[in-house]
């Protein structure tokens, strides 16, 4: 990249801010009080995201009289939920490659679950009147070379030999382009119903606002800092106070969990992202996105891109950022090598929207585990329930594990917990230094890939021989 274009490049960031666009709205709830004394509930759920949200408000639709107590540590949605791209996919496994390749028998009934869930939630939205800008847009891969093309093509093809293709379209050069025109597409699969576009911000607030409607009690800055048995059940403390629950959901994902045997199965892993201003009619014209679907290359390291309600351009990934140690710090949420890289990118795959602005960039920590979907279990003789590991997938897949952490409390054998994916783990990370070295050689191996035609190396060959072949 030349210095004059990285400088012409660079400039776009002069006024943004470094806070997530999602969550700089006037419309912001206030906080609710933090917890003071001693509670008692039938469940306590612990985080205030996506996960812990639906399973408070599904334990409520299920049991109208159910007592629940919600806690989160900051406010609801400042972390993940509140702060990722807003792609509420149908998939539970991380895309369909990643599930067939580890739950090849299952695949066919977690593709179902995985479509009944993003109905349930598109059904949630509209019983609950959250107003959370949710549309069912769908998502391109868009191959950007040769080799991501024949490999999109070969992909669609096996899917349909399958009976996996349901929903989907391979698009041709000439037929992605009048989907939305770069003069780097060469082709892409489309998936018309399997994802829709949200306020992630926003819809974190609906359920908050739902939950409270239904009389979950909800305090906020109020940290979980220990969990241990008390009497039949467990006890929660808290900086000011305690609660004692029948039962207890953790939603913790990416931040040290209450059971510390959980920690080693995750590591945050830091994505970025910017978000351009408003764009102009005649701007958007100028790249003909006139069905607003979510959009993604195929490489390793990857970027996905969409529409916000009003016209903005959210243009995140390519880099992933493991800090030494796995230690969760708000210095990590800005990176500004990385937005400077964004903000090349995006106008090499748009030239024509030379001179946009961005307004906003910034990052966060997503929990990452080593086969890249959500894995589950129950501690302290079933009292105890857990859900992490979404892997940057989590908007929809949250409210699924919400419903499979709710069965496994309730001690109940259900089409959720009978699932392989369910029943095992993933392997846990290792100590450092091994995890940090192993994450490094990774990153190296698959951008080498992603510059050697899609070649995966002995290293990249032995992860997915060993289950841990990380793919994007």
């Given at each position: 990249?030349?210095?004059?274009?990285?400088?012409r490049?660079?400039?776009?960031?002069?006024?943004?801010?470094?806070?997530?666009?999602?969550?700089?709205?006037?419309?912001?709830?206030?906080?609710?009080?933090?917890?003071?004394?001693?509670?008692?509930?039938?469940?306590?759920?612990?985080?205030?995201?996506?996960?812990?949200?639906w399973?408070?408000?599904?334990?409520?639709?299920?049991?109208?009289?159910?007592?629940v107590?919600?806690?989160?540590?900051?406010?609801v949605?400042?972390?993940?939920?509140?702060?990722?791209?807003?792609?509420?996919?149908?998939?539970?496994?991380?895309?369909?490659?990643?599930?067939?390749?580890?739950?090849?028998?299952?695949?066919?009934?977690?593709?179902?679950?995985?479509?009944?869930?993003?109905?349930?939630?598109?059904?949630?939205?509209?019983?609950?009147?959250?107003?959370?800008?949710?549309?069912?847009?769908?998502?391109?891969?868009?191959?950007?070379?040769?080799?991501?093309?024949?490999?999109?093509?070969?992909?669609?093809?096996?899917?349909?030999?399958?009976?996996?293709?349901?929903?989907?379209?391979f698009?041709?050069?000439?037929?992605?382009?009048?989907?939305?025109?770069?003069?780097?597409?060469l082709a892409?699969?489309?998936?018309?119903?399997?994802?829709?576009?949200?306020?992630?911000?926003?819809?974190?607030?609906?359920l908050?606002?739902?939950?409270?409607?239904?009389?979950?009690?909800?305090?906020?800055?109020?940290?979980?800092?220990?969990?241990?048995?008390?009497?039949?059940?467990?006890?929660?403390?808290?900086p000011?106070?305690?609660?004692?629950?029948?039962?207890?959901?953790?939603?913790?994902?990416?931040?040290?969990s209450?059971?510390?045997?959980?920690?080693?199965?995750?590591?945050?892993?830091?994505?970025?992202?910017?978000?351009?201003?408003?764009?102009?009619?005649?701007?958007?014209a100028?790249?003909?996105?006139?069905?607003?679907?979510?959009?993604?290359?195929?490489?390793?390291?990857?970027h996905y891109?969409?529409?916000?309600?009003?016209?903005?351009?959210?243009?995140?990934?390519?880099?992933?950022?493991?800090?030494?140690?796995?230690?969760v710090?708000?210095?990590?949420d800005?990176?500004?090598?990385?937005?400077a890289?964004?903000?090349?990118?995006?106008?090499?795959?748009?030239?024509?929207?030379?001179?946009?602005?961005?307004?906003h960039?910034?990052?966060?920590?997503?929990?990452?585990?080593?086969r890249?979907?959500?894995f589950?279990?129950?501690?302290?003789?079933?009292?105890?329930?857990?859900?992490?590991?979404?892997?940057?997938?989590?908007?929809?897949?949250?409210?699924?594990?919400?419903?499979?952490?709710?069965?496994?409390?309730?001690?109940?054998?259900?089409?959720?917990?009978?699932?392989?994916?369910?029943?095992?783990?993933?392997?846990?990370?290792?100590?450092?230094?091994?995890?940090?070295?192993?994450?490094?050689?990774?990153?190296?191996?698959?951008?080498?890939?992603?510059?050697?035609?899609?070649?995966?190396?002995?290293?990249?060959?032995t992860?997915?021989?060993?289950?841990?072949?990380?793919?994007?």
């Amino acid at each position: 990249m030349a210095p004059s274009a990285m400088n012409r490049w660079t400039k776009s960031l002069s006024e943004a801010e470094p806070v997530p666009y999602w969550l700089d709205d006037p419309g912001r709830p206030h906080p609710e009080p933090a917890l003071t004394g001693t509670e008692t509930c039938d469940l306590l759920v612990v985080g205030g995201g996506y996960s812990g949200l639906w399973s408070a408000l599904i334990a409520k639709e299920r049991e109208p009289q159910r007592d629940v107590v919600l806690l989160e540590g900051r406010e609801v949605g400042w972390a993940a939920s509140g702060r990722n791209g807003g792609f509420c996919a149908a998939s539970l496994t991380h895309g369909l490659p990643n599930g067939l390749a580890r739950w090849p028998q299952e695949i066919h009934q977690l593709e179902e679950l995985g479509a009944r869930n993003l109905d349930e939630i598109e059904k949630a939205v509209a019983r609950h009147e959250l107003d959370c800008e949710f549309e069912r847009t769908g998502e391109i891969d868009v191959a950007r070379e040769p080799y991501q093309a024949r490999e999109l093509r070969e992909w669609y093809e096996e899917t349909e030999r399958r009976g996996l293709s349901e929903g989907t379209e391979f698009l041709d050069t000439e037929a992605l382009r009048e989907e939305v025109d770069s003069p780097t597409f060469l082709a892409g699969l489309y998936d018309r119903r399997g994802v829709a576009m949200v306020n992630p911000a926003k819809l974190v607030w609906g359920l908050k606002r739902a939950c409270l409607r239904l009389g979950v009690r909800v305090y906020e800055r109020t940290p979980a800092l220990g969990l241990k048995p008390y009497g039949a059940g467990m006890a929660v403390t808290t900086p000011y106070g305690r609660v004692r629950a029948r039962r207890v959901a953790l939603g913790t994902n990416v931040f040290p969990s209450l059971l510390r045997r959980v920690r080693p199965y995750t590591v945050p892993v830091y994505d970025y992202a910017l978000m351009t201003e408003p764009l102009s009619a005649d701007r958007l014209a100028s790249i003909g996105w006139k069905n607003r679907q979510g959009l993604g290359d195929s490489a390793n390291q990857f970027h996905y891109f969409r529409l916000s309600a009003d016209n903005r351009i959210l243009w995140g990934g390519y880099d992933a950022v493991y800090p030494y140690g796995g230690r969760v710090r708000a210095e990590y949420d800005e990176r500004p090598e990385t937005y400077a890289r964004l903000a090349g990118h995006f106008f090499t795959c748009f030239p024509q929207l030379e001179g946009v602005r961005f307004t906003h960039a910034w990052g966060g920590a997503i929990d990452t585990c080593s086969r890249f979907s959500a894995f589950f279990g129950t501690a302290h003789q079933g009292k105890v329930a857990y859900a992490a590991g979404y892997t940057g997938l989590g908007v929809g897949a949250t409210r699924f594990g919400a419903e499979v952490m709710l069965d496994l409390l309730a001690g109940e054998r259900t089409e959720r917990t009978e699932l392989e994916m369910v029943r095992r783990k993933p392997l846990p990370f290792p100590p450092e230094p091994f995890a940090w070295t192993g994450i490094a050689l990774t990153k190296w191996s698959l951008a080498r890939a992603d510059t050697h035609h899609g070649h995966r190396n002995l290293w990249l060959r032995t992860m997915d021989r060993l289950g841990l072949g990380f793919d994007s």
